[in-house]
């Protein structure tokens, strides 16, 4: 990955196309903004996410990590606050490795 694609992800959503004319957040919904590795600055939308569900982290897929068509791994840290009513960032979810 090169400066040009790092400047793309920053403050865009995982999942939404560079092109889609609402690439970032949109009001009323919650992101987890993900810290490190080949996704490092994308927001991830949990909205309606339970706890227990954000505990559990994501594994999301993506075409820039150690396999291409593979999974990043991302986590909350242990003693991180928890997601609070509210729109907006509410959490970050930390890269812990890659999967094919």
């Known amino acids: 990955m090169n400066d ?11 999942g939404r196309d ?35 569900e954000i505990d559990d982290g994501a594994a ?3 075409e820039l990590g150690r396999w291409p068509g593979g999974w990043a791994l991302y986590d909350p840290l242990p003693d991180a606050p928890r997601p609070a009513a509210g729109p907006g960032v509410v959490c970050r979810f930390h890269y812990v490795g890659d999967t094919p």
């Open 4 to 14: 040009d694609d790092e400047q793309l992800l920053r403050g865009r959503v995982y």
């Open 18 to 52: 560079r092109d889609h004319p609402h690439p970032g957040p949109l009001p009323h919904q919650r992101y987890a903004v993900l810290v490190g590795g080949p996704l490092d600055g994308l927001l991830l939308d949990i909205t309606g996410w339970r706890p227990e």
């Open 60 to 62: 999301l897929m993506t």
